[in-house]
């Protein structure tokens, strides 16, 4: 069976930094692209990172380019999502997701080309 498994949430302080991981299982090779999206009640899923597994082509939301890094372990569906600079509107339960296409190389990147997701981990930044 396919399973995405977060890990790596939690709390800090503003202007901290937290790292998270996605390990994608059960889907042979046929994996594309990660990507990193973020909820918040109320609001809209927002795309926060993605990563072609491949050649590593990586995009990013405009509220994280500078201070969000996501990065593949080659070989293996994983995934991390290295978060600095955090402000307290980064506070969101975070999903890691896969695509089985290949939209993410061509910087498209909707959260709706994804069909598979992990069960969220949630990051709460304090001010």
């Known amino acids: 069976a396919v399973q995405l498994v977060e890990s790596g949430g939690g709390s800090v302080q503003a202007g901290g930094s937290l790292r998270l991981s996605c390990a994608a299982s059960?889907?042979?090779?046929?994996?594309?692209?990660m990507g990193w999206f973020r909820q918040v009640p109320g609001r809209e899923r927002e795309g926060v990172a993605t990563i072609d597994t491949d050649g590593g082509i990586t995009y990013y939301g405009d509220s994280v380019k500078g201070r969000f890094t996501i990065s593949k372990i080659d070989k293996m569906h994983v995934v991390h999502l290295e978060m600095n600079s955090l402000k307290p509107d980064d506070t969101a339960m975070y999903y890691c997701?896969?695509?089985?296409?290949?939209?993410?190389?061509?910087?498209?990147?909707?959260?709706?080309?994804?069909?598979?997701w992990g069960q969220g981990t949630q990051v709460n930044v304090t001010s």
């Open positions: 059960g889907f042979g090779s046929s994996v594309l692209c």
């Open positions: 997701a896969v695509d089985l296409g290949a939209y993410c190389r061509y910087g498209n990147w909707p959260k709706t080309v994804y069909g598979y």
